[in-house]
């Protein structure tokens, strides 16, 4: 899988060409964390948004899965997106092992996917904001 992305600035936002595959990759922790929350107070503790924040972002990401397309995202949707990919591995932890069959059964992508997508992310903002 492909995990390295380009952004650049455009004003507060940032613009970027995704693939499919890793747009789907958001969509997987998104939906996850999403599901897996009790309530809309821990949701937001953990994404820093509430469900209707993540489904919104959620659908914009959504699409025909075929192709790669063009995105503009916010640092705020961006921060969404980066703290759900960092925040799916630990619910797949069991008498403090990680199960990486049952994370790639659930989501899947391997663990090591979205840990390159989640370091990708920071990597593209801080290479789009370094004058």
Same mark, same amino acid.
């Given at each position: 899988?492909?995990?390295?992305?380009?952004?650049?600035?455009?004003?507060?936002?940032?613009?970027?060409?995704?693939?499919?595959?890793?747009?789907?990759?958001?969509?997987? &922790?998104?939906?996850? /964390?999403?599901?897996? @929350?009790?309530?809309? *107070?821990?949701?937001?503790?953990?994404? !820093?948004?509430? +469900? %209707?924040?993540?489904?919104?972002?959620?659908?914009?990401?959504?699409?025909?899965?075929?192709?790669?397309?063009?995105?503009?995202?916010?640092?705020?949707?961006?921060?969404?997106?980066?703290?759900?990919?960092?925040?799916? &591995?630990?619910?797949? /932890?069991?008498?403090? @092992?990680?199960?990486? *069959?049952?994370?790639?059964?659930?989501? !899947?992508?391997? +663990? %090591?996917?979205?840990?390159?997508?989640?370091?990708?992310?920071?990597?593209?903002?801080?290479?789009?904001?370094?004058?």
């Amino acid at each position: 899988m492909r995990t390295r992305i380009k952004l650049t600035r455009a004003g507060e936002a940032f613009r970027g060409r995704l693939t499919a595959t890793q747009t789907d990759l958001m969509c997987e &922790a998104l939906s996850a /964390l999403e599901g897996w @929350a009790s309530t809309d *107070e821990t949701l937001t503790v953990q994404l !820093g948004a509430g +469900r %209707e924040e993540v489904r919104r972002l959620y659908d914009r990401l959504q699409g025909d899965h075929k192709t790669p397309r063009e995105f503009t995202l916010t640092a705020r949707e961006l921060h969404v997106i980066h703290a759900a990919i960092t925040a799916v &591995a630990p619910m797949f /932890l069991s008498n403090r @092992a990680f199960s990486e *069959e049952a994370f790639y059964n659930r989501t !899947g992508f391997f +663990r %090591e996917n979205f840990d390159a997508m989640a370091s990708s992310i920071v990597g593209a903002v801080s290479e789009a904001t370094t004058p």
